[in-house]
């Protein structure tokens, strides 16, 4: 899987900066799988070209439209392996919107917390940054750290969430 690394970076170093950034704000999220990483880019011709590159490792994948522009959701067909045992088997890539310019890179990770979100989200309220609003299936609690990389945390995964919404999964022949 190294090869991913070279379409979009170092994700070890990436989620090994976020684990430690969530240790020190006392966030524990042992015991969570990850839902997924997720990474931006500037333009479309950017998008176009990562979401081909990345369909070539992947068993799964769905393109929709997302609040006003395409996103990708890349589910791979083996996991990239991440400190303390965490894997992350899925990527979620959002096309660009000129409302809102990011650079182009890894930006989030997705945790799975399960039912006990509420909970979750009660006990780490006072470090956490906010709630998102995306919908009924998706309102993640997240913390977004100086250095705007963020934690998302979720009941669901990404994937449960887009088979609720009834996007189509497709599978991806080798």
């Known amino acids: 899987m190294s090869n991913i690394k070279k379409i979009i970076g170092d ?3 990436f989620f090994s900066d976020l684990l430690h950034r969530m240790k020190k704000a006392g ?13 931006r880019t500037v333009t479309i011709p950017e998008y176009v070209k990562l979401r081909d590159e990345l369909k ?5 994948f769905v393109e ?16 990239l392996l991440l400190e303390d045992g965490f894997t992350v088997s899925m ?9 809102h310019m ?3 890179g890894l930006e989030s990770i ?25 919908g009924q299936h998706c309102q993640p609690a997240f913390i977004t750290f100086d ?27 080798a």
């Open 102 to 104: 990011y650079p182009s």
């Open 56 to 60: 070539n490792y992947c068993s799964e």
């Open 147 to 173: 250095n705007d990389k963020t934690s998302k945390f979720y009941n669901i995964s990404l994937r449960e969430i887009v088979i609720l919404q009834g996007w189509e999964i497709e599978k991806v022949t």
């Open 27 to 39: 966030i524990n999220i042992n015991g969570m799988p990850l839902s997924h990483l997720l990474y």
């Open 11 to 13: 994700y070890q170093k």
């Open 91 to 99: 990527i979620e890539l959002p096309a660009p919107r000129s409302v």
């Open 110 to 134: 997705g945790v799975i917390v399960g039912n006990q979100l509420p909970k979750f989200t009660n006990q780490y309220n006072h470090v956490l940054t906010g709630i998102k609003e995306h």
């Open 64 to 79: 929709t439209q997302f609040n006003g522009r395409a996103v990708s959701i890349l589910i791979l067909r083996e996991p």
